[in-house]
C-alpha cells in the first residue's frame, strides 16, 4: 500500500524572519531588478537589449514569486 505525493499539500509554516527574508527577495526582485541590474550591466559593456531583457525577466521573477507567497498565505491581509 504505497501512498503518492501528487494530492498532498504540505502546510509550511514559516518564522517570521523566513517571511520577512522571502518577502524582501521578492521585492528586491521587483523594484531592484529592472533598475539597477541593467544600468550595472550597462556599465559594464553589455549589449542595451540583454540589459533590458535581463532586467524585465526579473521583474517577472518577483512578481511570481510574490504570488507564489501569497497563495502559501506567507502574505496575508
Not at 509554516?13 to 528586491?28: E, G
Amino acid at each position: 500500500m504505497t501512498e503518492t505525493n501528487e494530492n498532498m499539500n504540505v502546510d509550511v509554516t514559516y518564522s517570521k524572519f523566513t517571511r520577512v527574508a522571502l518577502i524582501v527577495i521578492s521585492m528586491v526582485l521587483i523594484f531592484a531588478g529592472p533598475t539597477y541590474v541593467p544600468y550595472a550591466m550597462n556599465k559594464v559593456n553589455v549589449s542595451g537589449y540583454v540589459s533590458t531583457g535581463v532586467g524585465a525577466l526579473l521583474f517577472i521573477v518577483g512578481i511570481v514569486f510574490m504570488m507564489f507567497l501569497v497563495k502559501k498565505k506567507v502574505i496575508t491581509a
